[in-house]
């Protein structure tokens, strides 16, 4: 559209598409609706594309649209790049318009078959593949991947409610898992400064023109520049291919007695044993990397050295030959890790449960946990041989819980639950990224951890008018201390190379300062077995840190939503809304990636049971 929030500019062309539908109505055929076109995203590629709108110089999204109109228009709305379009909320909002616009106008068609909200969406803005001296770079690595997983449970208990009650079961799981991750046939150029980083082909030492517009901002790189991204680029085009089995077998039981009329002991355990082989595989993609004898010859590069160590590694086709040779001592063969572990851990828990009276009830318990030690799948690239192996492998994780509680009623017309726990956790399994050109998470042993929180729900029901009522109100609070001595990696300056980072005294992540939900739900018969519902909900949650060194603080949010139904005993037909004031808050993060909420959602359910 020319004018931002005004379709009048196109109203020629929508009338000229009433008629193309009038058509397919007439005809019967079917179409699917293309919303928004990927081309506005783009920046302009060439002089023929002058048409407003085709590129995004010329998009009225974007602030310094160079396209004047004669149509009024919206406010600017604080967008400079195309990729701002996609997280901007005056953006959504605007698309949102637009697509209540597009179904109001459309949607009685029976030939409009559905919708797509746009095209090529991977062709747009920075998702784009580059294009370098009129060659389009593909820069997506090429991942292949496959699992299979079985298992089986057989567990017996006893019968009845006797004064002693058992149960005992085996369990067996099992996996396997096969990935390989490569370059996609991505190729570094040898360039000099003002040259791209990146070239199709792989042509070791051909000639490459140099590029003024591939530097940031359509500046020419320096010659620093060149050899950090070049070296940056040569490290990631890794070739790795790893396979991971397990095998687990489980003996559980619980025991329940009853001491006296009022008091019980509960006693369980799990042996758990599991049995994990892995072997990892990771050689140099690098068209350009020498690793022969001798000098290294024209338009070839000497392999990239971390900490003064090889940290890329002979294919397989010459490892062990002498066209792969040591660099002083240090083996340049491709990097194998074949190892096998086993861990074998008996967890037990106790429950001590006071019956006070007729309708309080309190408890302590103490539980163990046992999470199984592991290898990481996807480390990160950029790193000698050594760090590397050190990487792989992580230990077990070992909590052990405390917890305290009371259920019961009060002032007769409440039911209410409180809880409070402490765990401390021996070696937590910490999440990270340790380099932003890693292929994926590690999971690493940061040291050990304790948590605790407090809890509490209080659930009411009441009669008014002819129905009936039902409140529901909860809050809880959690914190939680990495202990002196814990520590994880995290590329702190963007080299590549992890760096320890102390988590002494940071906060536990993902855990919620204040955590609130409230409920009411209305039932009220409308005639023989036919009743109505009204219900809505809020849901509220602030404070924490989304990572363990607590740089990204935890998003807040305040939720609402809302129900509207009718029921019988065999069927359900209602309208809901989730997220009724449509607020966005970032779930977490992941390489970079940031993953958001579901946003405002309408919708009819109908269900049927027997």
């Known amino acids: 559209w020319e004018a931002l929030g005004n379709y009048q500019a196109k109203m020629g062309q929508a009338w000229e598409f009433d008629r193309i539908l009038d058509y397919c109505d007439e005809k019967d055929i079917y179409f699917l609706f293309c919303a928004l076109m990927h081309a506005p995203l783009l920046s302009k590629a060439d002089d023929k594309d002058d048409l407003p709108g085709i590129r995004w ?25 195309a990729i701002e379009f996609y997280s901007n909320p005056k953006a959504r909002d605007h698309v949102k318009n637009y697509f209540r616009y597009l179904s109001a106008r459309y949607g009685y ?31 997506a690595a090429a991942q292949t991947e496959d699992f299979m997983r079985s298992g089986a449970e057989l567990f017996l208990s006893s019968k009845g409610e006797t004064r002693l009650r058992w149960l005992v079961g085996v369990e067996a799981q099992a996996y396997e898992y096969d990935v390989t991750n490569n370059t996609g046939g991505l190729c570094p150029a040898y360039a000099d400064a003002g040259a791209p980083v990146f070239v199709a082909g792989c042509n070791p030492g051909g000639g490459v023109t140099a590029n003024p517009d591939s530097g940031p901002l359509g500046v020419a790189l320096t010659a620093t520049q060149v050899g950090t991204a070049l070296s940056t680029a040569r490290q990631n085009l890794n070739n ?9 077998y489980s ?14 002991l509960g006693i369980e355990a799990r042996l758990q044993q599991d049995n994990k082989d892995y072997q990892f595989q990771r050689y140099s993609d690098d068209p350009l990397a020498y690793f022969g004898p001798g000098a290294v010859p024209t338009g070839r590069l000497a392999e990239i050295l971390v900490l003064g160590q090889p940290a890329q590694f002979c294919p397989p086709s010459i490892s062990g030959t002498p066209d792969c040779v040591a660099d002083g001592g240090i083996s340049r063969d491709t990097l194998r890790f074949d190892q096998g572990a086993s861990w074998t851990r008996l967890t037990p828990a106790a429950t001590l449960k006071w019956d006070i009276n007729a309708t309080d009830t309190g408890y302590a318990r103490f539980a163990t ?11 990160p690239n950029g790193l000698p041989r050594a760090d590397l192996e050190a990487l792989i492998a992580y230990d077990p994780e070992y909590a052990y819980s405390y917890e305290v509680g009371w259920k019961g009623r009060l002032l007769s017309i409440v039911s209410l639950d409180i809880a409070a726990y402490y765990t401390e956790t021996k070696d937590i399994q910490v999440v990270t990224a340790p380099s932003a ?36 109100v909860s809050a ?62 809020m849901q509220t949650a602030y404070g924490g840190f989304e990572n363990a060194d607590n740089s990204r603080g935890f998003d807040g949010y305040t939720l609402y939503d809302a129900r509207l139904g009718l029921a019988t005993d065999m069927w359900r037909l209602s309208v809901f809304g989730r997220n009724l004031s449509d607020e966005t808050y970032r779930l977490q993060n992941v390489l970079s990636n940031d993953y958001y909420n579901e946003p405002q959602m309408f919708g009819v359910e109908l269900s049927f049971r027997k």
């Open 240 to 248: 790795d291919a790893f396979t991971e089995q397990l095998k687990s």
């Open 437 to 472: 050109a890693s292929r994926g998470l590690l999971l690493d042993n940061a040291g050990n951890a304790h948590s605790w929180g407090i809890e509490a729900e209080a659930r009411t029901r009441f009669d008014v008018g002819p129905g009936r009522m039902f409140l529901t």
């Open 57 to 81: 110089e010329t998009n009225c999204y974007n602030d310094q649209d160079k396209t004047p109109s004669k149509y009024p228009s919206e406010s600017p709305i604080g967008i400079n790049k």
């Open 109 to 139: 068609s029976s030939s409009l078959a559905g919708w797509q909200l746009m095209s090529e969406v991977d062709e747009t803005a920075e998702y784009r593949d580059q294009e370098i001296n009129g060659q389009v770079i593909d820069l």
């Open 369 to 379: 946990g046992f999470r199984p030690g592991g290898y990481n799948n996807t480390p």
């Open 476 to 537: 809880a609070t959690q914190d939680g201390q990495f202990e002196p001595g814990t520590s994880i990696l995290i590329d702190t300056n963007g080299d590549g190379v992890p760096d320890v980072v102390d988590l002494n005294g940071k906060q536990v992540p993902r855990m919620r300062d204040i955590q609130m939900a409230a409920s009411a739900a209305y039932f009220i018969p409308l005639w023989e077995g036919v009743s109505a519902q009204l219900a809505g909900s």
């Open 251 to 264: 003996l559980f039981g619980s025991l329940d007695y009853d001491l006296t009329d009022d008091v019980t």
